[in-house]
Protein backbone atom coordinates (compact mmCIF):
# COMPACT_ATOMS: atom_id res chain seq x y z
CA UNK A 1 0.00 0.00 0.00
CA UNK A 2 1.20 3.45 -0.70
CA UNK A 3 0.20 6.84 0.21
CA UNK A 4 -0.07 9.51 -2.35
CA UNK A 5 1.69 12.74 -1.42
CA UNK A 6 1.49 15.63 -4.26
CA UNK A 7 0.00 12.97 -7.18
CA UNK A 8 3.40 10.87 -6.11
CA UNK A 9 3.14 7.71 -4.90
CA UNK A 10 5.74 7.39 -1.33
CA UNK A 11 7.74 3.75 -2.06
CA UNK A 12 10.26 1.79 0.28
CA UNK A 13 12.90 3.06 -2.19
CA UNK A 14 12.58 6.46 -1.58
CA UNK A 15 12.83 5.47 2.04
CA UNK A 16 15.65 3.63 1.98
CA UNK A 17 16.91 7.06 -0.05
CA UNK A 18 16.17 9.73 2.43
CA UNK A 19 17.38 7.12 5.28
CA UNK A 20 21.12 6.41 3.18
CA UNK A 21 20.61 2.92 3.56
CA UNK A 22 20.08 -0.04 0.98
CA UNK A 23 16.24 -1.02 -0.56
CA UNK A 24 16.64 -4.70 1.86
CA UNK A 25 18.23 -2.63 4.64
CA UNK A 26 14.96 -0.41 5.21
CA UNK A 27 12.55 -3.49 4.70
CA UNK A 28 14.16 -5.47 7.54
CA UNK A 29 14.32 -1.84 9.35
CA UNK A 30 10.78 -1.65 9.03
CA UNK A 31 9.24 -5.07 9.00
CA UNK A 32 11.47 -5.62 12.76
CA UNK A 33 13.24 -8.13 10.99
CA UNK A 34 17.65 -8.91 10.62
CA UNK A 35 20.23 -8.00 13.13
CA UNK A 36 20.49 -4.21 12.93
CA UNK A 37 22.10 -1.63 14.70
CA UNK A 38 19.22 0.27 16.85
CA UNK A 39 20.72 3.39 15.05
CA UNK A 40 20.18 2.65 11.86
CA UNK A 41 16.50 1.25 12.26
CA UNK A 42 15.39 4.78 13.72
CA UNK A 43 17.14 6.23 10.88
CA UNK A 44 14.53 4.16 8.22
CA UNK A 45 11.55 4.39 10.72
CA UNK A 46 12.07 8.37 11.30
CA UNK A 47 12.53 8.55 7.61
CA UNK A 48 9.02 6.50 6.78
CA UNK A 49 7.64 8.82 8.96
CA UNK A 50 8.78 11.99 7.27
CA UNK A 51 7.48 10.81 4.13
CA UNK A 52 4.00 9.49 5.49
CA UNK A 53 5.21 5.65 4.68
CA UNK A 54 2.42 2.92 5.18
CA UNK A 55 4.15 -0.39 4.03
CA UNK A 56 1.77 -3.40 2.37
CA UNK A 57 0.80 -5.69 4.88
CA UNK A 58 0.31 -8.35 2.71
CA UNK A 59 4.01 -7.69 1.23
CA UNK A 60 5.39 -7.72 4.95
CA UNK A 61 3.03 -11.30 5.66
CA UNK A 62 4.56 -12.76 2.71
CA UNK A 63 8.28 -12.36 3.42
CA UNK A 64 7.89 -12.90 7.51
CA UNK A 65 5.75 -15.99 7.49
CA UNK A 66 3.52 -14.29 9.75
CA UNK A 67 -0.28 -12.40 9.79
CA UNK A 68 0.52 -9.76 12.29
CA UNK A 69 -2.83 -10.64 14.03
CA UNK A 70 -3.70 -11.93 17.13
CA UNK A 71 -6.82 -13.59 18.67
CA UNK A 72 -8.60 -12.51 21.51
CA UNK A 73 -11.06 -14.84 23.29
CA UNK A 74 -13.21 -13.69 26.23
CA UNK A 75 -16.15 -14.97 28.18
CA UNK A 76 -16.98 -11.05 29.08
CA UNK A 77 -19.95 -10.69 27.12
CA UNK A 78 -20.46 -6.64 28.71
CA UNK A 79 -16.78 -6.18 28.59
CA UNK A 80 -16.57 -4.92 31.92
CA UNK A 81 -13.13 -6.49 32.47
CA UNK A 82 -12.39 -7.87 28.59
CA UNK A 83 -12.85 -3.99 27.29
CA UNK A 84 -9.90 -2.79 29.70
CA UNK A 85 -7.63 -5.58 28.62
CA UNK A 86 -7.80 -5.42 25.23
CA UNK A 87 -6.97 -1.72 24.96
CA UNK A 88 -3.82 -2.28 27.60
CA UNK A 89 -3.17 -5.53 24.81
CA UNK A 90 -3.68 -3.19 21.66
CA UNK A 91 -0.97 -0.59 23.50
CA UNK A 92 2.00 -3.53 23.38
CA UNK A 93 0.82 -5.67 20.16
CA UNK A 94 0.54 -1.77 18.16
CA UNK A 95 4.45 -1.64 18.81
CA UNK A 96 4.51 -4.65 16.85
CA UNK A 97 2.08 -3.48 14.08
CA UNK A 98 -0.36 -6.04 15.12
CA UNK A 99 -4.21 -5.89 15.27
CA UNK A 100 -6.42 -8.14 17.64
CA UNK A 101 -9.64 -9.61 16.57
CA UNK A 102 -11.84 -9.68 19.56
CA UNK A 103 -14.10 -13.33 19.71
CA UNK A 104 -16.85 -12.76 22.77
CA UNK A 105 -17.72 -16.87 23.56
CA UNK A 106 -20.68 -15.64 25.94
CA UNK A 107 -19.67 -19.02 27.76
CA UNK A 108 -20.77 -21.30 25.32
CA UNK A 109 -18.10 -23.93 24.20
CA UNK A 110 -19.28 -24.94 21.35
CA UNK A 111 -18.67 -21.05 20.24
CA UNK A 112 -15.37 -21.08 21.32
CA UNK A 113 -14.44 -23.61 19.33
CA UNK A 114 -15.88 -22.57 16.35
CA UNK A 115 -13.79 -19.44 17.64
CA UNK A 116 -10.74 -21.61 17.51
CA UNK A 117 -10.24 -23.03 14.39
CA UNK A 118 -11.70 -19.84 12.79
CA UNK A 119 -8.58 -17.85 14.16
CA UNK A 120 -6.10 -21.06 13.02
CA UNK A 121 -7.67 -20.70 9.68
CA UNK A 122 -6.74 -16.88 10.14
CA UNK A 123 -3.18 -18.16 10.67
CA UNK A 124 -3.27 -15.67 13.74
CA UNK A 125 0.31 -15.41 15.52
CA UNK A 126 -0.44 -15.84 18.72
CA UNK A 127 -4.26 -15.76 21.12
CA UNK A 128 -5.07 -14.13 24.58
CA UNK A 129 -7.80 -15.71 26.54
CA UNK A 130 -9.53 -13.61 29.00
CA UNK A 131 -12.84 -13.29 30.56
CA UNK A 132 -14.51 -11.91 33.65
CA UNK A 133 -13.36 -14.00 36.26
CA UNK A 134 -10.23 -14.59 38.64
CA UNK A 135 -10.90 -18.62 38.34
CA UNK A 136 -8.77 -20.84 36.99
CA UNK A 137 -10.11 -21.99 33.63
CA UNK A 138 -9.17 -24.91 30.89
CA UNK A 139 -6.24 -24.28 28.86
CA UNK A 140 -7.08 -24.02 25.05
CA UNK A 141 -6.00 -26.76 22.43
CA UNK A 142 -3.54 -24.33 19.48
CA UNK A 143 -0.55 -24.63 17.59
CA UNK A 144 0.17 -21.16 18.56
CA UNK A 145 1.30 -19.05 20.99
CA UNK A 146 -1.16 -18.23 23.78
CA UNK A 147 -1.38 -15.81 26.84
CA UNK A 148 -3.95 -15.88 29.50
CA UNK A 149 -4.74 -12.78 30.99
CA UNK A 150 -7.38 -11.79 34.13
CA UNK A 151 -8.22 -15.58 33.93
CA UNK A 152 -5.51 -17.88 34.63
CA UNK A 153 -5.11 -21.23 32.86
CA UNK A 154 -5.40 -24.28 35.25
CA UNK A 155 -1.84 -25.05 33.84
CA UNK A 156 1.15 -23.74 35.41
CA UNK A 157 3.22 -24.44 32.64
CA UNK A 158 0.68 -21.66 30.61
CA UNK A 159 1.39 -18.51 30.87
CA UNK A 160 -0.67 -15.91 32.33
CA UNK A 161 -1.05 -12.64 33.80
CA UNK A 162 -3.43 -12.23 36.95
CA UNK A 163 -4.29 -9.76 39.51
CA UNK A 164 -3.14 -9.73 43.21
CA UNK A 165 -5.91 -9.67 44.79
CA UNK A 166 -4.68 -10.62 48.27
CA UNK A 167 -2.11 -7.17 48.17
CA UNK A 168 -4.93 -5.00 46.43
CA UNK A 169 -7.17 -6.05 49.57
CA UNK A 170 -4.57 -5.40 52.03
CA UNK A 171 -4.33 -2.00 50.66
CA UNK A 172 -8.24 -0.67 51.24
CA UNK A 173 -7.44 -2.54 55.16
CA UNK A 174 -4.18 -0.95 55.75
CA UNK A 175 -5.90 2.71 55.04
CA UNK A 176 -8.54 2.04 57.51
CA UNK A 177 -6.19 1.09 60.11
CA UNK A 178 -4.46 4.49 59.40
CA UNK A 179 -7.81 6.20 60.02
CA UNK A 180 -8.07 4.87 63.67
CA UNK A 181 -10.93 2.48 62.59
CA UNK A 182 -10.54 -0.49 65.99
CA UNK A 183 -13.21 -2.24 64.63
CA UNK A 184 -13.23 -4.07 61.20
CA UNK A 185 -15.47 -6.68 59.70
CA UNK A 186 -14.88 -7.98 56.08
CA UNK A 187 -17.58 -8.47 53.57
CA UNK A 188 -17.31 -10.52 50.30
CA UNK A 189 -18.56 -12.64 47.61
CA UNK A 190 -18.95 -16.72 47.05
CA UNK A 191 -16.69 -18.17 49.05
CA UNK A 192 -15.88 -20.53 45.64
CA UNK A 193 -14.66 -17.65 44.11
CA UNK A 194 -10.64 -17.10 43.99
CA UNK A 195 -10.70 -13.47 43.92
CA UNK A 196 -13.07 -13.53 46.85
CA UNK A 197 -10.96 -15.98 49.17
CA UNK A 198 -7.90 -13.82 48.01
CA UNK A 199 -9.47 -10.42 48.58
CA UNK A 200 -10.53 -11.57 52.53
CA UNK A 201 -6.91 -13.50 52.70
CA UNK A 202 -5.32 -10.22 51.89
CA UNK A 203 -7.49 -8.03 54.21
CA UNK A 204 -8.03 -10.29 57.57
CA UNK A 205 -3.88 -10.57 57.16
CA UNK A 206 -3.34 -6.59 58.19
CA UNK A 207 -6.32 -6.51 59.86
CA UNK A 208 -5.36 -9.14 62.27
CA UNK A 209 -6.85 -8.62 65.95
CA UNK A 210 -8.97 -5.68 64.68
CA UNK A 211 -11.22 -8.00 62.76
CA UNK A 212 -14.32 -8.41 64.69
CA UNK A 213 -15.91 -11.03 63.42
CA UNK A 214 -14.75 -13.98 60.18
CA UNK A 215 -15.69 -12.71 57.12
CA UNK A 216 -19.04 -12.91 55.73
CA UNK A 217 -19.44 -14.41 52.60
CA UNK A 218 -22.33 -14.13 49.98
CA UNK A 219 -23.28 -12.96 46.55
CA UNK A 220 -21.69 -9.75 44.37
CA UNK A 221 -24.21 -7.86 44.74
CA UNK A 222 -25.68 -4.60 46.32
CA UNK A 223 -28.66 -6.67 47.86
CA UNK A 224 -26.18 -8.97 49.67
CA UNK A 225 -23.77 -5.99 50.85
CA UNK A 226 -27.41 -4.69 52.39
CA UNK A 227 -28.41 -8.10 54.27
CA UNK A 228 -24.70 -8.08 55.54
CA UNK A 229 -25.11 -4.67 57.96
CA UNK A 230 -28.22 -6.45 58.98
CA UNK A 231 -26.07 -10.05 59.96
CA UNK A 232 -23.30 -6.90 61.18
CA UNK A 233 -25.91 -5.51 63.45
CA UNK A 234 -26.71 -8.68 65.19
CA UNK A 235 -23.11 -9.95 65.34
CA UNK A 236 -20.56 -6.39 65.98
CA UNK A 237 -23.12 -3.70 66.15
CA UNK A 238 -19.90 -1.49 66.77
CA UNK A 239 -18.37 -2.23 63.87
CA UNK A 240 -16.30 1.17 62.68
CA UNK A 241 -14.87 -0.35 59.30
CA UNK A 242 -16.33 -2.49 56.05
CA UNK A 243 -13.83 -3.41 54.03
CA UNK A 244 -15.62 -5.16 51.20
CA UNK A 245 -14.65 -7.55 48.22
CA UNK A 246 -16.59 -5.26 44.92
CA UNK A 247 -18.16 -2.08 44.29
CA UNK A 248 -21.15 -3.45 44.74
CA UNK A 249 -21.34 -4.95 47.91
CA UNK A 250 -19.90 -1.52 49.60
CA UNK A 251 -22.65 0.00 47.42
CA UNK A 252 -25.29 -1.77 49.11
CA UNK A 253 -23.60 -2.01 52.07
CA UNK A 254 -23.65 2.09 52.10
CA UNK A 255 -27.28 2.50 51.61
CA UNK A 256 -28.35 0.25 53.99
CA UNK A 257 -26.00 2.01 56.84
CA UNK A 258 -27.77 5.41 55.87
CA UNK A 259 -31.28 3.45 55.71
CA UNK A 260 -30.17 2.37 59.88
CA UNK A 261 -28.81 6.03 60.73
CA UNK A 262 -25.34 5.10 60.71
CA UNK A 263 -23.57 7.90 59.04
CA UNK A 264 -20.44 7.18 56.30
CA UNK A 265 -17.50 7.57 56.93
CA UNK A 266 -18.59 8.94 60.36
CA UNK A 267 -19.53 6.07 61.91
CA UNK A 268 -18.29 3.03 59.54
CA UNK A 269 -15.97 3.64 56.69
CA UNK A 270 -16.74 1.31 53.83
CA UNK A 271 -14.43 0.10 51.19
CA UNK A 272 -14.81 -1.08 47.89
CA UNK A 273 -13.15 -3.14 45.59
CA UNK A 274 -12.58 -2.87 41.42
CA UNK A 275 -13.22 0.87 41.38
CA UNK A 276 -15.81 0.30 38.56
CA UNK A 277 -17.69 3.80 37.74
CA UNK A 278 -21.17 3.16 37.14
CA UNK A 279 -20.73 1.77 40.95
CA UNK A 280 -17.91 3.15 43.22
CA UNK A 281 -18.70 7.15 41.55
CA UNK A 282 -22.65 6.53 42.13
CA UNK A 283 -22.71 5.48 45.80
CA UNK A 284 -23.06 7.47 48.57
CA UNK A 285 -21.11 9.04 49.09
CA UNK A 286 -18.39 7.91 46.44
CA UNK A 287 -16.02 4.91 47.07
CA UNK A 288 -12.25 4.28 48.59
CA UNK A 289 -12.05 1.40 46.29
CA UNK A 290 -9.64 -0.60 44.64
CA UNK A 291 -8.18 0.40 40.95
CA UNK A 292 -7.49 -3.45 39.00
CA UNK A 293 -5.56 -1.62 36.69
CA UNK A 294 -6.56 -4.15 34.16
CA UNK A 295 -5.23 -2.05 31.17
CA UNK A 296 -1.83 -2.67 32.68
CA UNK A 297 -2.39 -6.08 33.01
CA UNK A 298 -3.39 -5.71 29.39
CA UNK A 299 -0.09 -4.53 28.73
CA UNK A 300 1.63 -7.33 30.13
CA UNK A 301 0.00 -10.00 28.41
CA UNK A 302 0.88 -8.44 25.06
CA UNK A 303 4.01 -7.85 25.63
CA UNK A 304 4.75 -11.62 27.03
CA UNK A 305 2.50 -12.87 23.47
CA UNK A 306 4.78 -11.00 21.64
CA UNK A 307 7.71 -12.37 23.36
CA UNK A 308 6.15 -15.90 22.57
CA UNK A 309 5.62 -15.10 19.04
CA UNK A 310 9.41 -13.85 18.66
CA UNK A 311 10.69 -17.30 19.45
CA UNK A 312 11.50 -16.05 23.24
CA UNK A 313 10.33 -16.92 26.40
CA UNK A 314 7.56 -15.03 28.81
CA UNK A 315 6.82 -15.84 32.60
CA UNK A 316 3.62 -15.61 34.17
CA UNK A 317 3.05 -12.93 36.60
CA UNK A 318 0.74 -10.79 38.78
CA UNK A 319 -0.53 -6.93 38.17
CA UNK A 320 -0.47 -5.06 41.55
CA UNK A 321 -3.82 -3.12 42.06
CA UNK A 322 -3.76 0.16 43.57
CA UNK A 323 -5.56 2.18 46.32
CA UNK A 324 -8.57 5.46 45.18
CA UNK A 325 -9.15 7.03 48.11
CA UNK A 326 -12.73 9.13 48.24
CA UNK A 327 -15.56 10.09 50.16
CA UNK A 328 -16.79 7.02 51.83
CA UNK A 329 -13.39 6.91 54.14
CA UNK A 330 -12.16 10.48 54.60
CA UNK A 331 -15.63 12.61 53.96
CA UNK A 332 -16.18 15.24 51.70
Known sequence: MTLERTGQPIRITDVAALAGVSIGTASKALNGTGQLRDTTRQRVKDAAEKLGFVGDARARALSSGRTYTVGMITTDSFGRFSIPVLLGAEDALSAGRMAVLLCDTRDDHVREAHYLRSLAARGVDGVIVTGRSADARPPIDVSMPVVYAFTPSTDDADVSITLDDAAGSALVAAHVRSLGRQRVAVVTGPGRHRSAVRRTDGASTELGAHLVT??????????????????????????????????????GVCDRLRETGRSVPGDVAVTGFDDWDVMALASRPPLTTVDLRLEELGRVAGQALLALIDGGTAASASVTPSLVIRESTVGA
Not at 219 to 244: F, K
Open 214 to 251: PPLFGEWSERWGRQAVDVLARQAPDVDAIVCGSDQIAR
